[in-house]
């Protein structure tokens, strides 16, 4: 009868887990374009888990503009996250790139002067910063795949590996150390094409909560991304003028 009982206890359990995964999982759909076929279901559970840990995707998909600066604060960026565009300031020659993430297009001006080159430069370093700000919030994102990589031990603590796979291949991967219970990204590292050797394996921390969500900045290394806000209106021109 006991033993009986506590089979009982143990699938109302795993029945009642399963259900919240579901639930967690339907609130969290797959942006067009995400390669569900090549990711296991393992992985997209988890990169679900990790949204709703950072506020859930309603709250994200409410968000308009978000900006920060650069670790050493050079350089300033403007993501109008609705209408898929972004400015970027860079003190250092004082230019301006104006980047319309929905088609890759990019402009930019060095001194008032067209500068195609540094419109290509530009529109990379903010890919790269996007992903230094917001990853945890884009795995489901055109053209990636997730793989679950088991447990790793980093800092003497063990954490959930979320791989990021880029449709091209090229690119290289990424993998998130997801905190087994609170479910946030504690630490992130970038491994290039054909290499089992990480790039960087760096702090994801100091969240905070605005509008909702907790998004990371100023963190303990020193570097990522800087005053990181959470914004309800940015003038038009800031997308449109250099």
Partial sequence: MRAWVF?????????????KANEIS?????????????SDPAAIQLADSVMHALGGRSNWDKVHYITWKSADGLVTYY???????????DQSDASVTLINLATGEAKAQVSSTDDPA?????????SRA???LALPFLTKS???S???????????????????????????????????????VRYWSFYPAASNEAAFILPFDNYQKQNEI??????SNGGGPKDVKVETDLAEKLFTEF
């Fill in 142 to 144: 055109k053209d990636f």
């Fill in 7 to 19: 089979l009982f206890i143990v699938g109302l359990l795993i029945s009642c887990s399963s259900k």
């Fill in 79 to 89: 993501w109008d996250k609705q209408k898929k565009r972004a400015r970027v300031e």
């Fill in 146 to 184: 997730l793989q679950y990589m088991g447990e790793d031990t980093l800092a003497r603590q063990r954490y959930n590996s979320l791989v990021v796979i880029p449709k091209d291949s090229t690119t290289g991967r990424y993998k998130l150390f997801v905190d087994k219970s609170a479910k946030l």
């Fill in 214 to 219: 907790l998004l990371s900045g100023n963190r």
């Fill in 130 to 132: 996007l992903y230094e």
């Fill in 26 to 38: 339907s609130q969290n759909p797959p942006d067009a374009g995400f390669d569900a076929a090549a």
């Fill in 118 to 126: 540094k419109a290509m430069i530009m529109n990379t370093t903010f």
